[in-house]
């Protein structure tokens, strides 16, 4: 067992506990198997703890915690920082961390408190291999609270596998101030790769403050590859009573994936901010997720904005989506505004969304809209539907001028030339409003339509086919309801066709006002 402890009083006193450290001008390394624990206390003043590091300069370090091992860092203080597991190596070498056991880091500060339980760096390859548990905790009263579970970072090649049974956290908590929390964070200039089997977790709060939480993000670059494959739990919360953004997965580089086979889900509450969830998230130059688990994502306001993405493709050169299993984005709104969208794709020159599983987006609020899917390109948008689509928007009494609840099943927009819809499976579409306003001189607006392929100029084809169902429903209580099934529109340049051989089915429904319906 290794127990260090640093204690210090007053204003601008400084703190510093390391449990294990080694140094090597060629190569570093550290194995432990057993408990090290080290803590830094400074009451007004600075504090700052390291369980075990090594740093090798020129040509590499290594550091292994087996199954038995033990690592705790802990730091109190006007500002603390905590960390639980440093391993870098400078110049040429790589840094290569294994840990079986257990790696905790915690910081509480009143200004401020940042916390990491692995901080992992190399010039060439970076490379974490967790089959252990490794965590991070930050609470500040005012001011800011910082947490990452993993950070790894190399200038060329970073690595992180979270095998099965592996587990890895980040919390952050401020009283009155900003919190952010990461799970994992994966950078390398050339190639980030995130594989987890595991369960990856973030979540941040603050009382009176914004709070950001992301389960993972891989960042490849502006020219590096990004890949994140997600074989277990990976989850983001951020409740809190100012602005909240969650979200589960998200890889930036100028080609990044996203591959999800088990569960991704990012939760996101506020007071009376802004609350933005997202399941999952890509931007590049060509970007692509696809999903074969569940991903889903919620934001609740209880006065505020709450926005909800299920799936967020967007490619600057181009985008694709592909859902085999099930999406599913819910926004809610005590009389705010809210957005719900279950996937959207969107590449500047071309935009392909297939989807053989199910999608669906619900928002319920004062003004709420809803869609099951959104594609979009500049020149080509493309959507494949062999499963099932919805989006459902429940409004309640939005701002005056605007619309209190409109729902697009699938909705497909091409700037330039091909917009294509082609449906063999259900695509379906409801919007509502019937709060009652009786007595009255309100008048209340709820408009669906199920399938919409546009094209602005109408360089190319602009279609919709169906062989299956696409249905739009429309009701209020008073006031005006609109719903059309399938709506193919293009610019002056083109034409457009819908080619049915399945149903195409809709309904509008008004007590009071005025309602129309086309198929």
Do not use: C
């Amino acid at each position: 067992d290794l127990t260090v402890s640093a204690s210090a009083n007053g204003y601008g006193s400084i703190a510093r506990a390391a449990g294990a450290y080694s140094f090597g001008i060629l190569d570093s390394s550290v194995y432990n198997a057993d408990d090290i624990h080290a803590s830094a206390s400074a009451i007004g003043g600075e504090a700052s703890a390291l369980g075990a590091g090594s740093i090798g300069y020129y040509f590499g370090s290594s550091v292994s915690n087996t199954e038995t091992g033990t690592i705790v860092a802990e730091a109190t203080g006007d500002h603390a920082a905590a960390t639980g597991l440093l391993n870098v190596s400078v110049v040429y070498g790589d840094a290569i961390t294994t840990n079986e056991g257990s790696v905790s880091a915690a910081a509480d500060g009143v200004l401020s408190a940042t916390a990491i339980g692995n901080y992992n760096f190399a010039s060439y390859t970076a490379s974490v291999l967790n089959s252990g548990t490794i965590t991070a905790r930050a609470d500040v009263d005012t001011g800011f609270a910082v947490a990452y579970g993993v950070n790894n970072v190399s200038n060329q090649y970073s690595y992180l596998t979270n095998e099965t049974g592996g587990v890895i956290g980040a919390v952050a908590n401020a009283q009155d101030g900003y919190a952010l929390a990461m799970g994992a964070y994966v950078s390398g200039g050339s190639l980030a790769s995130l594989n987890s089997n595991g369960a990856i977790s973030a979540r941040s709060h603050s009382l009176t403050g914004d709070a950001t939480a992301y389960g993972a993000l891989v960042s490849g670059g502006y020219v590096g590859v990004g890949l994140l494959i997600n074989g277990g739990d990976l989850r983001a919360d951020a409740p809190t009573a100012g602005n909240a953004r969650a979200t589960g997965a998200f890889v930036y580089a100028d080609v990044a994936t996203i591959f999800n086979d088990n569960s991704i889900a990012a939760t996101a509450a506020t007071v009376d901010g802004q609350a933005v969830a997202t399941g999952a998230g890509v931007y590049a130059s060509n970007s692509a997720i696809n999903n074969y688990g569940d991903l889903t994502a919620s934001a609740s306001a209880a006065a505020g904005t709450a926005i909800a993405v299920g799936a967020d493709s967007f490619g600057y050169s181009g985008a694709s989506f592909y859902n085999a299993a099930d999406i599913r984005a819910d926004a809610s709104a005590d009389g705010g505004l809210v957005s719900a969208t279950g996937a959207s794709t969107v590449g500047i020159f071309i935009a392909l969304a297939t989807n053989t599983g199910t999608i669906s987006a619900e928002a319920t609020g004062g003004e709420a809209s809803a869609r099951g899917l959104y594609n979009a390109s500049a020149f080509d948008a493309i959507t494949v539907n062999e499963g099932s689509i919805s989006a459902v928007a429940d409004g309640t009494l939005a701002a005056y001028g605007q619309y209190e609840a409109v729902a697009f099943g699938a909705y497909n927009l091409a700037v330039y030339y091909d917009s294509i819809v082609d449906n063999s499976g259900q695509i379906s579409a409801s919007a509502s409003a019937t709060t009652d306003i009786s007595g009255t001189y309100g008048f209340l607006v709820a408009k669906a339509l199920g399938a919409v392929a546009v094209s602005m100029y109408g360089y190319g084809e602009t279609a919709i086919t169906n062989s299956n169902s696409i249905t739009a429903s429309a009701e209020t209580s008073q006031g005006y309801a609109g719903s059309w099934g399938a709506v193919s529109l293009a610019g002056v340049y083109g034409s457009a066709s819908i080619e049915n051989e399945g149903l195409i089915s809709t309904y509008s429904h008004t007590d009071i006002g005025s309602a129309d319906t086309t198929g």
